[in-house]
């Protein structure tokens, strides 16, 4: 998977981790699926258009859990935690401590 360096991720360590790109690409296929315009489901949940387009074109940085539960539901997702299954390499510990910085 390619990240631009731009890109926000979820540092969520084990096979099946998403991160908030591929988040937004699921979203937009199940928006799509059960037929709702951006700005139909904006309106329904009280949220600006604007807010699902970056989700689902990659340019959201963050999001908050409420929110993006609220749109996940909408379109039939869900949003799930799990035991991490393997503890992070020495190399993972690195980039999540770089790309911390990087946003302050």
Excluded: W
């Amino acid at each position: 998977m390619h990240l631009g360096h731009n890109a926000a991720k979820c540092i969520i360590y084990g096979a099946d981790a998403m991160d908030l790109i591929e988040i937004g690409m699921a979203f937009k296929a199940a928006r799509r699926e059960n037929r709702f315009t951006q700005a139909a489901l904006a309106q329904t949940l009280g949220m600006s258009r604007a807010t699902l387009s970056a989700l689902e074109s990659g340019r959201c940085d963050e999001i908050g859990v409420r929110k993006l539960t609220a749109l996940l539901e909408s379109v039939g997702l869900e949003l799930s935690v799990a035991p991490r299954r393997t503890r992070p390499t020495i190399d993972d510990l690195r980039a999540e401590r770089r790309n911390a910085k990087e946003r302050t």
